[in-house]
């Protein structure tokens, strides 16, 4: 089945730590997208990718890192610098092209910082 | 960044009932694309729209992109318990805004019964 897949479910974090959240599309989509949730706050746009080894910052990327080595592949780092990271973080992926608006979102993860 | 101006905030109402929500914004945008977010869930898209003026359904679902293209609106008819959650509406900007999709801040919908 075509998807993107968002691992793991639910994720605990020491201060202090780094954290790897993954993204996995097999849409064959350019543009991937990273979005933090808080409750009563909507999606917010961490960062970006329209294409393979190119990103760029959303709306709140500090303390955050991505990478875009393939094009199925989109990992955010939740670093040690982001000063309040406990969220629910939603990966997404659309096509660039003619009428590819819509976007496709995985099911979550969850950070939690203990 | 920008975020659209989604209402209400959230809804209580009766099995049964129709729902209306909207989203404005001071600018205009190409597409509007309204999502419906359960708990522990990522948003699942409901209708996509693309032309000023279109209405679209989808079974108890009608949305219409605004002929300003600064507005949409969402209607459900006869609410049912599953119509439970939060839903966004999010707009692609027709100018200045890349390949990225700008979002509402979301309307809770709980469903008496």
């Known amino acids: 089945d075509g998807g993107i897949t968002q691992s793991p479910k639910y994720l605990f974090r020491k201060e202090g730590q780094n954290v790897t959240l993954s993204c996995e599309q097999n849409l064959n989509h350019d543009a991937m997208y990273w979005y933090r949730q808080d409750p009563g706050q909507g999606l917010r746009l961490i960062y970006y990718s329209q294409i393979v080894n190119d990103f760029q910052k959303g709306d709140i990327a500090e303390g955050y890192s991505v990478s875009r080595e393939k094009k199925e592949s989109f990992p955010l780092t939740v670093t040690s610098a982001q000063k309040n990271p406990t969220a629910f973080y939603l990966c997404a992926s659309k096509s660039s092209g003619t009428g590819g608006t819509e976007a496709f979102f995985g099911q979550g993860t969850r950070l939690t910082v203990v | ?113």
């Open chain 2, 1 to 113: 960044g920008q975020q659209l101006n989604q209402s209400p905030q959230s809804m209580f109402i009766q099995e049964g009932e129709d729902v209306s929500m909207n989203c404005t914004s001071s600018s205009i945008f190409n597409t509007w694309l309204w999502y419906k977010q359960e708990p522990g869930e990522g948003p699942v898209l409901l209708i996509a729209l693309y032309k000023a003026g279109e209405l679209t359904s989808n079974g108890r679902l009608t949305a219409q992109f605004g002929i300003t293209r600064k507005d949409s609106f969402l209607n459900i008819s006869a609410s049912i318990p599953s119509d439970v959650g939060i839903y966004f509406c999010a707009g692609q900007l027709l100018t200045g805004g890349g390949n990225k999709l700008t979002f509402g801040t979301g309307t809770q919908l709980k469903v008496e019964l």
